[in-house]
């Protein structure tokens, strides 16, 4: 089976730094094909709709942010190791979500910023900012 698995999550308090790690394995992602995958963080909050974090597609230099982490988030990926990478620093309460990895092959990085595809998805990891 292809897999997305989220890991990072955890309890921390506002203004700290978090990375969350994505790692993508099975057939899909074999043999160096992850790298024709756009990637892409979303997070849903209790009661809040699932939302786009950042993305990265095919380029080195295809990424996306939300405004609402833009200039304090970094996504990156390691083509080698499958895996995709989103650092969260300054955070504030309402980062307070779970955090999703996504995969998909025909969508850009750039449409993923206007919603989800019908990708891959991991099971999600708990960020909890609280002081």
């Known amino acids: 089976q292809a897999q997305l698995v989220e890991s990072g999550g955890g309890l921390v308090q506002p203004g700290a730094s978090l990375t969350l790690s994505c790692l993508a394995s099975?057939?899909?992602?074999?043999?160096?094909?992850?790298?024709?995958?756009?990637m892409a963080w979303f997070r849903q909050a209790p009661g809040k709709e699932r939302e786009v974090v950042a993305t990265?597609?095919?380029?080195?230099?295809?990424?996306n942010y939300a405004d609402s982490v833009k200039g304090r988030s970094t996504i990156s990926r390691d083509n080698a190791k499958n895996t995709v990478v989103l650092q969260l620093n300054s955070l504030k309460t309402e980062d307070t979500a779970t955090y999703y990895c996504?995969?998909?092959?025909?969508?850009?990085?750039?449409?993923?910023?206007?919603?989800?595809?019908?990708?891959?998805w991991g099971q999600g990891t708990q960020v909890i900012v609280s002081s």
């Open positions: 099975g057939q899909y992602f074999s043999g160096g094909d992850f790298s024709n995958y756009a």
């Open positions: 990265f597609g095919r380029g080195p230099r295809d990424i």
């Open positions: 996504y995969a998909d092959r025909a969508m850009t990085a750039s449409a993923l910023m206007r919603g989800p595809g019908k990708g891959l």
